[in-house]
């Protein structure tokens, strides 16, 4: 079968990492189409085809599949290409303002992304964020301990895409000064793709979301990079934090070193074993192969 799926924008390159997955592990043959691959702050992400009205290539590919995945956004100009496909829908960014019931109502059947806080605003069935732990892995880091932080918002406390920007500024600055001379703040922020990865993989500690007791992409990244990963979930195989505990929370990483190498190895054990790619694809696979059009 062919398979078009479409993005207005990167969404932080999960459905870059949701192409190579299926061209690597199924017989499904796959076109990743982008209205743009970089945002307006001038990040760039890995792009396999742009829509365009001189690339002939991407709106055939459009035309020829037999099922189309649409992420987050419905780009009105899709419906002069489409040949009545099947339609998936599915959401990353949680609700707010934007066209995404459009889209809804456009496919066939719609999902979001198997995170907690997703199944739990949209009221629908969450498709796992894919990365392969075959192409991203740890490296032997010296020096320093390093806390890396990757906010992807500025929103404030009480939204539910907060992660709480200003107060985990204040409290990584707080243990910089405070231990100095042992640990050393990654904050990431406006980096491209490949950049955010890198500081990620040299990081020992990632904090993804003491806020919202939900967990993105970045945490499967960590694992990934074999990082301790916090989050205020408890959930293997993550390390347990909300804001009010996260300075003493790192303190005792920082002093307790078989700790922390044990939640480092713990995150890549899990992600070997229970969010591997090859296995996870086959979610999508089951949907690809076996959705109807209404």
């Known amino acids: 079968m062919k398979l078009a799926i479409f993005s207005r924008t990167p969404l932080a390159a999960a459905p870059w990492e949701l192409f190579k997955a299926v061209r690597k592990y199924t017989d499904i043959e796959v076109v990743y189409i982008n209205k743009t691959f970089r945002y307006a702050d001038g990040r760039r992400f890995p792009f396999h085809l742009l829509l365009n009205h001189s690339n002939g290539r991407a709106m055939q590919s459009l035309i020829k599949a037999d099922v189309w995945h649409i992420h987050n956004y419905l780009l009105p100009e899709l419906k002069n290409f489409h040949q009545g496909q099947p339609v998936i829908a599915q959401f990353h960014s949680l609700p707010r303002q934007g066209n995404w019931p459009d889209l809804m109502d456009f496919a066939d059947i719609s999902y979001t992304i198997d995170q907690p806080l997703h199944i739990k605003e949209y009221k629908l069935p969450g498709l796992p964020n894919l990365i392969d732990p075959d192409e991203y892995f740890p490296i032997r880091r010296e020096g320093r301990i390093k806390i890396a932080f990757a906010p992807s918002s500025k929103a404030p406390i009480g939204m539910l895409q907060s992660k709480g920007y200003y107060e985990v500024k204040k409290i990584l600055n707080e243990v910089a000064h405070e231990r100095q001379d042992e640990a050393e703040i990654m ?81 890549r054990r899990w992600i070997l074993s229970k969010w591997h790619a090859m296995d996870l694809v086959k979610r999508y696979e089951e949907v690809y192969k076996g959705v109807k059009h209404v």
Not at 226 to 235: D, L, S
């Open 187 to 267: 904050w990431i922020e406006g980096q491209e793709y490949e950049i955010n990865l890198g500081m990620k993989q040299h990081s020992h500690i990632l904090i993804d979301d003491v806020v919202t007791g939900n967990w993105h992409r970045t945490s499967l990244e960590g694992c990934a990079f074999g990082c301790a990963v916090i989050n205020k979930i408890q959930m293997d195989p993550f390390f347990f934090s909300d804001l009010e505990s996260l300075k003493s929370k790192l303190l005792m990483l920082i002093d307790h070193p078989n700790i922390l190498k044990e939640y480092q190895e713990k995150a």
